[in-house]
């Protein structure tokens, strides 16, 4: 049976409840993270019972039998006895949106390829522009300023509300919740570069995600690796990554704004820098399991791992075992802190229930839950600078 997934995407839970908590800082449009694969979900269906926790897993079916039983909407009724839980990471979804998740850890999404950030005085600007994608036709650009969204102005909005109007979920309003808008659906789009102001009208199409990117940083002998997500193979591509790192370079592991995925795939990545050993650690209803490198990762290059408020779940699980390790030093803003896994029920509407049935922790047995990593270097501006100034001070590999 696979291990767990580490969840973190916007809830939709109880009455009036908008999108809640955040993807992260900077976010693709449209690309949620963190929820199973078609095999994973078969695989594990026929196993839920015992690894569920079995009190909330009873009321949340109950609730939704009823209701379809009474005429009523099943996937409601479970969302609200989920929200009388208490439990802030558990949650329910239409088939629909669940299907998108799958979609976008697969690598897809539905959305116009633009990944925004917050500003300290509430301004939401362009981070990245995926090429090829609607925004990039558009000639949008990093650093323009993203003023409204089909008409409703997002300044002072939490990102994950602006990036749901641009993917076209429905931002909750109390009634049941809207499909997701569909490819081709149009979105309006009030931006601003300088003195000029405009608007411009995207179409939502369908992308593949690029959640992992290497570069060359100018003028030194260091290469950036950025992890967007932690979707399907983005571990393997990390290592192909690590491995096509020029002698003599040191590395920049950029996490930040990592809002999480499958953990399989964050072990993977961890491989790339371990020779085996212990990655994070585990309770499944009291039972305590081990997640485990694989041999022959690069243990000499030199490793700083950049992180921040939006470095999330799977990304917090690598931080923490390259910390606890002494495999790498940890710069940057301390992260979100979510250490908590969730596996999946569907309902008998075809709706999925995500519950909470356990956490894990750090090699050295740090929980990460609420509390989230400290970095060794806590750095508020400025971060990338101070981490290459950090990693020139490792040396290089030889």
Same mark, same amino acid.
């Given at each position: 049976?696979?291990g767990p997934l580490m969840?973190?995407?916007p809830?939709?839970?109880?009455?009036g409840?908008?999108?809640?908590?955040?993807f992260?800082?900077?976010?693709?449009?449209?690309?949620?993270t963190?929820?199973?694969?078609?095999?994973d979900?078969k695989?594990?269906?026929?196993?839920?019972?015992?690894?569920t926790?079995?009190?909330?897993?009873?009321?949340?079916?109950?609730?939704?039998?009823?209701?379809?039983a009474?005429?009523?909407?099943?996937?409601?009724a479970?969302?609200?006895?989920?929200?009388?839980?208490?439990?802030?990471?558990?949650?329910v979804?239409?088939?629909?949106?669940?299907?998108?998740?799958?979609q976008a850890?697969?690598?897809?999404?539905?959305?116009?390829g633009?990944?925004?950030r917050?500003?300290?005085?509430?301004?939401?600007e362009?981070d990245?522009?995926?090429?090829?994608?609607?925004?990039?036709g558009?000639?949008? %650009?990093?650093?323009d300023r993203?003023?409204?969204?089909?008409?409703a102005a997002?300044?002072?909005?939490?990102v994950?509300?602006?990036v749901?109007?641009?993917r076209g979920d429905?931002v909750?309003?109390?009634g049941?919740?809207?499909?997701?808008?569909p490819?081709?659906?149009?979105?309006r789009?009030?931006l601003?570069?300088?003195?000029?102001?405009?608007?411009?009208?995207?179409?939502?199409t369908?992308?593949?995600t690029e959640?992992?990117?290497?570069d060359?940083?100018?003028g030194?002998?260091?290469t950036?690796?950025?992890?967007?997500?932690?979707?399907k193979g983005?571990?393997?591509?990390?290592?192909?990554a690590?491995? %096509?790192?020029?002698?003599?370079?040191?590395?920049?592991?950029?996490?930040?704004?990592?809002s999480?995925?499958?953990?399989a795939e964050?072990v993977?990545?961890?491989?790339?820098?371990?020779?085996g050993?212990?990655?994070a650690?585990?309770?499944?209803r009291?039972?305590?399991?081990?997640?485990?490198?694989r041999?022959?990762?690069?243990?000499r290059i030199p490793?700083?791992?950049?992180?921040?408020?939006g470095?999330?779940?799977?990304?917090?699980?690598?931080?923490? %075992?390259?910390?606890?390790?002494?495999? %790498?030093?940890v710069?940057?803003?301390p992260?979100?802190?979510?250490?908590?896994?969730?596996?999946?029920?569907?309902l008998?509407d075809?709706?999925?229930?995500?519950?909470?049935?356990?956490h894990?922790?750090?090699?050295?047995g740090r929980a990460v839950?609420?509390?989230g990593?400290?970095?060794?270097?806590?750095v508020?501006?400025?971060?990338e600078?101070r981490?290459?100034?950090?990693?020139?001070?490792?040396?290089?590999t030889?």
């Amino acid at each position: 049976m696979p291990g767990p997934l580490m969840f973190i995407r916007p809830r939709r839970i109880g009455r009036g409840a908008a999108l809640t908590l955040v993807f992260a800082s900077v976010l693709a449009t449209g690309a949620a993270t963190g929820t199973w694969g078609e095999g994973d979900r078969k695989s594990v269906r026929a196993g839920v019972d015992s690894m569920t926790a079995a009190g909330d897993r009873a009321a949340v079916h109950a609730a939704a039998a009823q209701a379809m039983a009474d005429g009523k909407s099943g996937s409601q009724a479970a969302k609200e006895a989920v929200s009388r839980s208490g439990d802030r990471w558990s949650a329910v979804y239409t088939a629909r949106e669940y299907e998108g998740f799958q979609q976008a850890l697969d690598g897809r999404y539905i959305g116009v390829g633009l990944w925004v950030r917050g500003g300290a005085d509430g301004r939401i600007e362009v981070d990245r522009v995926q090429p090829g994608s609607p925004a990039a036709g558009a000639g949008l %650009a990093p650093g323009d300023r993203l003023r409204t969204v089909d008409g409703a102005a997002v300044d002072g909005r939490p990102v994950t509300e602006v990036v749901s109007r641009l993917r076209g979920d429905a931002v909750a309003t109390g009634g049941p919740a809207a499909p997701a808008a569909p490819e081709g659906s149009p979105v309006r789009l009030g931006l601003e570069r300088g003195d000029r102001r405009w608007e411009s009208v995207l179409r939502r199409t369908r992308l593949a995600t690029e959640t992992v990117t290497a570069d060359r940083v100018p003028g030194e002998r260091a290469t950036r690796i950025k992890v967007v997500s932690f979707t399907k193979g983005a571990g393997e591509r990390v290592r192909r990554a690590v491995r %096509a790192v020029p002698r003599g370079d040191g590395l920049l592991l950029d996490l930040r704004g990592n809002s999480g995925g499958l953990v399989a795939e964050a072990v993977t990545a961890a491989s790339a820098f371990l020779d085996g050993g212990l990655v994070a650690t585990y309770d499944m209803r009291g039972e305590q399991r081990a997640l485990y490198a694989r041999e022959g990762g690069d243990t000499r290059i030199p490793l700083v791992v950049l992180v921040d408020g939006g470095t999330m779940s799977a990304a917090e699980l690598l931080t923490g %075992a390259l910390q606890d390790r002494g495999r %790498a030093v940890v710069v940057g803003a301390p992260t979100f802190g979510k250490g908590s896994v969730q596996m999946p029920s569907e309902l008998p509407d075809g709706s999925v229930a995500e519950l909470t049935v356990g956490h894990y922790r750090t090699p050295s047995g740090r929980a990460v839950d609420g509390r989230g990593i400290t970095p060794d270097l806590v750095v508020h501006g400025a971060a990338e600078q101070r981490a290459r100034t950090v990693l020139s001070g490792l040396g290089t590999t030889s």
